[in-house]
């Protein structure tokens, strides 16, 4: 998938996909919500917001109140690209809620995804 198109894709389209993929693996709503405010730093409340006014990925994480340092601890495969290997900040960013979802939906312990 092209950068542009990424840029493009609407939170409120991606976030309750999330969310499904997470519940139907035995996951909460809330450990979704727990997992993308970790790296973001919105809250519950504030994901939702962002959803309701339907905005587009590059302005969400560009207006993420505060990236996680911890985000550069997030490694692996995603759609066959090495997450550590994009240079599109954005991008990199996107990949890494993709991430940290599907390593919720695998049923990795929080402390594990949350890399504590």
Do not use: H
Request: aromatic fraction near 6%.
């Amino acid at each position: 998938m092209d950068q542009q198109k990424i840029y493009k894709m609407r939170f409120s389209t991606v976030y309750p996909l999330y969310i499904q993929k997470a519940v139907r693996k035995g996951r909460t709503k809330e450990e979704v919500d727990r997992v993308i405010s970790w790296l973001t730093g919105y809250t519950s409340e504030e994901l939702q917001r962002q959803s309701d006014l339907e905005i587009n990925l590059e302005t969400f994480v560009k207006e993420a109140p505060c990236i996680n340092p911890k985000a550069s601890l997030i490694t692996g495969l995603i759609c066959g690209i090495r997450i550590e290997d994009i240079q599109d900040e954005i991008v990199r960013i996107v990949r890494c809620l993709d991430k940290l979802v599907d390593e919720l939906a695998k049923g990795k312990p929080m402390e594990k995804i949350l890399r504590t």
